[in-house]
């Protein structure tokens, strides 16, 4: 039954969705054209055609620029510690980095590190602001041996 409602949930991504999203980011967000075009790799004269087809034809990777467009929309309306904790969690695990490390480079407590990724509303909002700025940082170093 439960394998049911995954598939129920699961949504097919079109190329009509990528130009509504993509529109909704500069319509909503008021994302520079320039800027996403540049981003995408796709002509500004493409983005402001709001052609699907040509955005297609006109994208060297499309799976990547759709991916790019939905992720940054996502960030428009994700639950930030939930996007924290992910990217603590990509740290942790991925790369090793221990929560006695972050924490250290934190000055919080490691139990506050491992909370955040488990069960973020015991940790302050103090605690979680100076988390964070370690894991941005340390993230922004780090994602170039990702694959």
Known sequence: MKDM?????????????VMETLQLLIEKYKFNIDVLSKLLD???E?????DEKKLFE???????????IFMIELSGKDDADFKI??????LLEYHSIS???IALMSGVSEKEVSDLVGNPKLVSLESKY???????ALRFFFKELEP
Do not use: P, R
């Not at 409602?5 to 969705?17: A, C, E, G, R, S």
């Open 42 to 44: 796709v002509k500004k």
């Open 46 to 50: 493409v983005i402001l055609s709001k």
């Open 85 to 90: 904790g992910a990217f603590l969690q990509v």
């Open 130 to 136: 100076k988390i964070s700025k370690t894991v941005m």
């Open 5 to 17: 409602q995954d598939v129920q949930d699961v949504q097919v991504i079109t190329i009509k969705n």
């Open 58 to 68: 006109d994208s060297k990777d499309f799976s990547k620029m759709s991916d790019l």
């Open 99 to 101: 929560a006695e490390t």
